[in-house]
């Protein structure tokens, strides 16, 4: 018998050794064999997900019906040509195993056994982001303030500036009837329900609706204002006591000397929640909504142009060069201005403009006292003539006070670059000297910061704007003559494809970049 055993085997156990040997190795890898009867392999788990997020896979073993526990179950993936195991998972007490797999492409996946093969699971794995590089900042109507800087420093006028952002307008005069205009200051759902009025110098006084003067005092003081059903309620303290409450009121104006308004030494103030400080004016106070409501009324065409902080003062100075710049600014300032006056006050907020970008960005002495302050008022002084009572103004076409939206600066150049159409960018009837210009000089202008920029776009935001389930990939299809984004498309997991197109100011608002001269969309994980 030990002969037996230690003789060489004979060409049949060879064979069957080597057979056998053979299939003990694939199962698991490459190959399984068919299912023994009554054992099933029941395969579940994540069909689409980004490269960064878990994709969990579950396996259920069974023997005709029954759970088998205690197994070890190979789970693999099709890499190659063939299939590869993964690991080895172990199966509970219902005959179920959970594992989880981290594929950063789509991979298709099987669990197996001696004696049985699940069906395949496809892990399909999306972008959780796309990276949009860019450049420019704003709308891209009209001028841009980076480039109305570069043509100023190379030597253009501000009507030169004015003519060419605004092909076919006119620089003009119009009479100047020193009209004030009603700047809001606070009062927007996210500014504070109370605030305190607060003077650096001289006197003030607070007044009612009818001008009646209601309570006086000196900077030492504070009014604090709130709002009730029945209108405004003013309380004023000194080093923390109250002197006296004033009981609602429709209508509070408060005025200070050194004003139009009353003669003596001259005082800023201060509105607690407000993002500005105020020489000139007046404040009116009211409460149209549930907060107190401030306006500051201040004349246009000195007083509100001052305290208007839209381009850097330090551009006029001599190291600059940008002085002609400013003036265009002051010009495109005040036709905007001068149009919302026409239009009356907006009853969302009982004012003719925002003090922000709503409107036009207004800090009052902040900007005017600032630094540079002297050449900024210096700018709107000189688009002023007061010995014949006119200011230059910008007209359009028919001769009417122009339209004239300006933005931070367009794109970079090439093929990404240029102003916009108005109709382009916010889908208004079209106005001729709103038109697409070439603007190289917005990325020639030393120290722009809006040369390059890149934004993300997120699996969530994609969702979303095409309406898909998931997004597999987000492509630029067509652009606007100013280099905008015009048409999107994407394409689902599903292979389901959507095509959006919004306005060039419709895609900057809903990507949330800083502008929509997008040049490359590249996938990230």
């Not at 996946?109 to 796309?130: C, E, K, L, Q």
């Not at 969702?463 to 606007?480: E, H, M």
């Amino acid at each position: 018998m030990s002969s037996l055993i230690s003789a060489p085997p004979g060409p049949r156990l060879a064979r069957a050794v080597t057979s056998a040997l053979a299939l003990f190795l694939a199962i698991g890898l490459s190959a399984v064999p068919a299912a023994a009867a009554g054992y099933t392999l029941s395969a579940a788990g994540t069909s689409t997900t980004t490269a960064s997020e878990p994709k969990r896979l579950s396996v259920v073993y069974r023997y005709n019906d029954a759970p088998v526990r205690d197994a070890t179950v190979s789970l693999q993936r099709y890499s190659g040509g063939r299939w590869v195991r993964v690991k080895y998972v172990t199966t509970g007490s219902t005959g179920q195993a959970r594992t989880t797999v981290n594929p950063s492409v789509t991979t298709k996946y099987r669990f197996a056994t001696s004696r049985a093969t699940s069906a395949t699971v496809t892990v399909t794995v999306v972008p959780g982001s796309w990276s949009i590089a860019g450049s420019g900042n704003g709308h891209g109507v009209g001028m841009s303030q980076w480039g109305a800087y570069q043509m100023a420093r190379t030597g253009s006028t501000a009507s030169d500036i004015l003519r060419y952002y605004y092909p076919g307008a006119t620089v003009d005069t119009t009479t100047n009837p020193w009209t004030s205009i009603d700047v809001q200051v606070l009062g927007r759902t996210t500014d504070p329900a109370t605030t305190t009025l607060s003077l650096s110098a001289g006197s003030w006084r607070l007044l009612d609706g009818d001008l009646t003067q209601l309570a006086t005092g000196t900077s030492a003081r504070k009014v604090s204002i709130a709002r009730t059903t029945s209108g405004v309620t003013a309380k004023i303290t000194e080093n923390g006591t109250v002197l006296q409450t004033i009981g609602a009121r429709p209508t509070l104006y408060l005025e200070w000397t050194g004003t139009d308004y009353w003669a003596g030494t001259s005082g800023t103030v201060t509105v607690a929640g407000a993002q500005g400080s105020y020489r000139h004016g007046r404040l009116r106070i009211t409460s149209p909504n549930a907060r107190p409501n401030v306006v500051n009324q201040v004349v246009i065409n000195d007083e509100y142009l001052y305290g208007l902080d839209e381009m850097p003062s330090l551009w006029g100075t001599s190291g600059y060069g940008g002085a002609a710049a400013l003036e265009a600014q002051a010009v495109v300032a005040r036709n905007y201005a001068i149009l919302d006056k026409i239009e009356g006050l907006k009853a969302a907020c009982d004012c003719h403009l925002y003090d922000d970008t709503s409107s036009q960005n207004y800090t009052g002495w902040k900007k005017e006292g600032g630094e540079a302050g002297a050449t900024w008022r210096a700018a709107v002084d000189a688009t002023r003539q007061d010995g014949a009572a006119t200011v230059l103004i910008v007209r359009n076409t028919s001769g009417g006070i122009a339209e004239t939206p300006y933005f931070a600066s367009s794109g970079r150049g090439g093929s990404y670059s240029g102003t916009a159409n108005n109709q382009d960018a916010f889908g208004t009837a079209a106005q001729s000297h709103l038109a697409h210009v070439a603007d190289p000089y917005s990325a020639q202008a030393p120290g722009n910061p809006y040369v390059s920029w890149t934004g993300i776009l997120t699996q969530a935001k994609a969702t979303s704007i095409f309406q898909l389930g998931w997004v597999g990939s987000v492509k630029v299809t067509a652009r606007y003559s100013s280099g905008q984004i015009k048409t999107m498309q994407a394409v689902s997991d599903k292979g389901v494809t959507r095509t959006v197109t919004k306005t060039a100011e419709g895609w900057r608002i809903n990507l949330g970049f800083r502008g929509s001269w997008a040049h490359t969309v590249t996938a990230r994980k």
